[in-house]
């Protein structure tokens, strides 16, 4: 670890003396590849800043993207290099000293979680910029950060009054599979004005969709209160995670809901058939594609329904990619075609508001560990099997899979008892074993 800087353990100056700022230990991009954990001191804040304590972050593909393809990322800097930033940008924690100008708003102690795609506040339009990709002092693999003005202007720093932290880490996932349903449309013979939303009592099929972003698909179809598909068809070609899906979110939970849910192995001869014979026939008013594997989208496009819209989620790093559509079927059966890739500010506020009201993501969840762990993680992350993974960032500890607790457990009694606690809820994650963690994990 580089410390260059004085250490003082984390602490931090006295807000009222603004002599210095937090000390904070962070996983910094430098280039393609080039991550490094590092300690040095944070600038005091000023009256348009937030010094924040960084509790959580769940470790995205995206991030995975940024550290492989470094100044070729559309959101990291040319500077990096001279001007790391932070990476990390599905994060929550603690508010620790708010800047005069924001006073009225926010306070010490307070939960929080961000919006992290924002642009400069002050940049070229069309530049985009966020929190762990574009910023040396924000991003959630870190003890501590400081929000910048960017963030605040734009309404992007969002209270989390829910229990624990992991849940707010875990609502920017959550928010853009939110922006994916809102951002479907369908059409009205006659009229040039789209209808917005997915069809409400319609037909739905999520497709290589029981990856971490799949689940949380489901578990917000499953639980939205506004409108719901009749029909839900979940598939994957790998049975292990079909199972484990359709463990955490049952079809009988979903029967309760008013929605058929069947989950679905496409590993057969010809998946396309299956499909639209457990459509009735008729095809599907929503597909979203989780993958982005030609074929399957192309699969996609040939189960939509007469004003199908397909929903292409899958962020893909192939800048060429294609796939074939069926032009006959957009001319005569108003098939459709859109491309989601995140949520907005009211997206967030949304997923807030109903794990605040008791949705829980931990299904999305099936590896911890602590910042040590980051650098690993992120740039081995594809060959990582499982769903999210989840950082403390105070923390020192190997990532490991919560199916592994138990193995652990026989020769290490932190693990031991972690089982013991997650097996009260199927092996899921939990406010309760995320307490214990924080409690009795070692410190980084």
Known sequence: MNTNAQKNNGSFSSPSGRSGGAFTKAIRLYGKKDLRLEEFELPAINDDEILAKVVSDSICMSSYKAATQGTDHKRIPNDVAEKPIIIGHEFSGELVEVGANWQHKFKAGQKFSIQPAIYYADGPVGVLSAPGYSYQHIGGDATYVIIPKDVLVQDCLLAYDGPGFYPASLAEPLSCVIGAMHANYHTTPGSYIH???????????????????????????????????????????????????????????????????????????????????????????????????????????????????????????????????????????????????????????????????????AGLVTHIGGLNAVIDTTLHLPEIPGGKKLIYTHKNLPLTAIADFAEKGKTDPFYAELDKIVSKTMGLWSVEAEAYLLANAPEI
């Open 195 to 361: 209808n917005m939303e997915i069809v409400d009592g319609g037909k739905m099929a999520i497709l290589a969709g029981v990856g971490p972003m799949g689940l949380a698909a489901i578990n917000y179809v499953i639980h939205r209160k506004d409108r719901k598909p009749k029909l839900l068809v979940v598939t994957d070609i790998d049975q292990a995670r079909l199972d484990r899906a359709a463990m955490i979110y049952p079809v009988e939970e979903a029967a309760q809901r008013g929605i058929e849910l069947i989950y679905l192995n496409t590993r057969i001869d010809d998946p396309v058939g299956k499909l639209k014979e457990l459509s009735g026939g008729t095809g599907y008013d929503d597909v979203f594609v989780f993958a982005p594997v030609a074929p399957v989208i192309e699969q996609g496009d040939a189960i939509l329904a007469f004003d199908g819209c397909l929903n292409f989620f899958a962020g893909p790093s192939d800048p060429n990619l294609q796939a074939k559509m069926n032009f006959y079927n957009v001319h005569y059966a108003y098939t459709h075609l859109v491309g989601t890739s995140g949520g907005n500010t009211d997206d967030m506020k949304e997923a807030l508001d109903i794990m605040s009201a008791g949705l829980d993501p």
